[in-house]
């Protein structure tokens, strides 16, 4: 069965850290782009970081810029997502996903997504 796992979420007190993982299960992560999206109750899902096959490109949404870091392990198929001094306005259900192209733009597989919640 094809599938992503994020795990690492939690609460966290603003200016905390976490780090979120994404593995991969079925299938090999080398050959996808891998992005982090989130979504928070009442809004809508939004791309938080993206990055290639190789790791030699990521981008991130203006709003973590600096405090956000993806990275990928392809030995152990798994990607992450460092984030640093977290604000409660990052609170959200974070998901990882698969896209066989470049940019994160057209997404193959999805995970369930892992909450994290961040107040004091």
């Known amino acids: 069965q094809l599938q992503l796992v994020e795990s690492g979420g939690g609460l966290v007190q603003p200016g905390g850290s976490l780090r979120l993982s994404c593995a991969a299960s079925g299938f090999t992560l080398n050959y996808y782009a891998i992005g982090w999206f989130r979504q928070s109750p009442g809004k809508e899902r939004e791309g938080v970081s993206c990055i290639s096959q190789s790791g030699g490109s990521t981008n991130y949404t203006d709003s973590v810029k600096g405090r956000f870091t993806i990275s990928r392990d392809n030995a152990k198929n798994t990607v992450y997502l460092q984030m640093n001094n977290l604000k409660p306005e990052d609170t959200a259900v974070y998901y990882c996903?698969?896209?066989?192209?470049?940019?994160?733009?057209?997404?193959?597989?999805w995970g369930k997504g892992t909450l994290v919640t961040v107040s004091s």
């Open positions: 996903a698969a896209g066989i192209l470049p940019g994160c733009h057209l997404i193959n597989y």
